[in-house]
């Protein structure tokens, strides 16, 4: 397995181009931030910018704990990878992550100042500083378990470049806001989740009246358990599949927090005198 190196500051817009650099390289998969990443999927591994402080997330895209090391290299091994390009901030970086790996020596380094104009840099670097924004070389279907009360949203790549077609799978990328990027914490409370439960699934056509919602958060989003009264003649099945899709898509929409799953169980129907 060949190994190459992408190579800029933090902020630069690396993860940002490194689809398109590596496609122009002949890379088959891609290291960045802690991720495994190959045609537009996660291999392996979990998110840098997950962790809560700068050390942190630093140490995590280094590997420096023995075991998740020891996973990584598992999962290049079983890829049949060709080509792997390291991301990293520095060429010590790059050299650290691939020895800890166990990868073949870096055979060349491309430099974030050969692919982009100091305007582009620039750009990239007031977006990391003055938003918190990092981006993910990966669609945002594929992170979103791991990323559950953060705010992402999707990020369309355009190719401008004519000798290099990018497929549809692999234009797609996240932005993500990180913790260590801003002061303070971010926590939404369980009261405004239920608040936004009762609220959109009382204005399904054929709920009388929500009676309880109960949330119950884990590592990779909520579980949310939903109580009601229907009307008589109502669809039941309809009625709840819809009250399902509102509350899920909502309380994504406003919170950021990921749905894993909304059950509903009806408990009564409200008959007219």
């Known amino acids: 397995m060949r190994t190459i190196a992408f190579v800029g500051p933090s902020g630069s817009g690396k993860s940002y181009r490194s689809i398109m650099v590596s496609q122009q390289y002949g890379a088959d998969a891609i290291i960045d931030d802690g991720l495994l990443i190959s045609h537009g999927k996660v291999i392996a591994g979990t998110s840098a910018k997950r962790e ?21 290299i598992r999962a290049i091994r079983h890829s049949s990878i060709k080509c792997l390009m390291i991301l990293g901030t520095s060429d010590e970086m790059v050299h650290k992550i691939a020895k800890r790996l166990k ?13 982009a104009t100091p305007e582009e840099i620039q750009m990239a670097h007031n977006m990391r500083n003055n938003q918190g924004k990092h981006v993910i070389p990966v669609p945002t279907f594929e992170i979103k378990k791991d990323f559950s009360g953060y705010f992402l949203h999707p990020l369309r790549l355009f190719q401008k470049n004519k000798n290099t077609e990018i497929d549809s799978a692999e234009a797609d990328k996240s932005i993500v806001r990180p913790t260590f990027s801003y002061m303070g914490d971010y926590i939404i409370s369980d009261n405004a989740l239920k608040s936004i439960a009762v609220h959109e699934g009382s204005k399904i056509k054929g709920i009388h009246r929500i009676t ?7 590592g990779h989003g909520a579980h949310i358990d939903i109580e009601c009264i229907v009307n008589y003649g109502a669809d039941i099945e309809r009625v709840c599949t819809a009250v399902q899709l509102a509350v899920k898509r909502n309380i994504e929409k406003f919170t950021s927090v990921n749905v894993r799953r909304v059950h509903i169980l009806v408990k009564g129907l409200n008959i007219p005198r």
């Open 103 to 115: 990868a073949e020596p870096i055979e060349h380094i491309i430099r974030i100042e050969d692919i």
């Open 52 to 72: 809560a402080t700068r050390i942190a997330s630093v140490k995590h895209a280094l590997f420096m704990k023995d075991e998740y090391a020891a996973e990584m």
């Open 212 to 218: 309880y919602v109960n949330i119950r958060k884990t």
